[in-house]
């Protein structure tokens, strides 16, 4: 997808509640910042394991970044673990792994 695309806003994905009233809990609207903001919380959970962070980039796109400062810039939520793939040097980035789930399971029980 061109970036232009993405800015005009074409990278609404299937997985996209806010603003569809399915999604309306209590009959309270999710905003799509809301759910922007829910998301990149729930993938910043994930890719701490592989050393990697992510940030919203002005409502449209996606800004991973490993520890050594280099950055991939992804508009979709698929995008994502090609770029976290590319950045985390020496290994696979599998968000089905299983080290990965036990560190997750680990960490949730240790709250």
Known sequence: ???LCAV???SRSWTDAAGRPEWAPA???ITRRHEREHRVALLNSLLHYYQLQIHDWGGTSYVITNAHGKSAHVY????VWTAAEQLVEGHGCDPLDVELLEALEARDGAR
């Open 1 to 3: 997808m061109c970036s």
């Open 8 to 10: 005009l806003g074409s």
């Open 27 to 29: 009959g309270h609207q």
């Open 76 to 79: 979709t939520l698929q995008g």
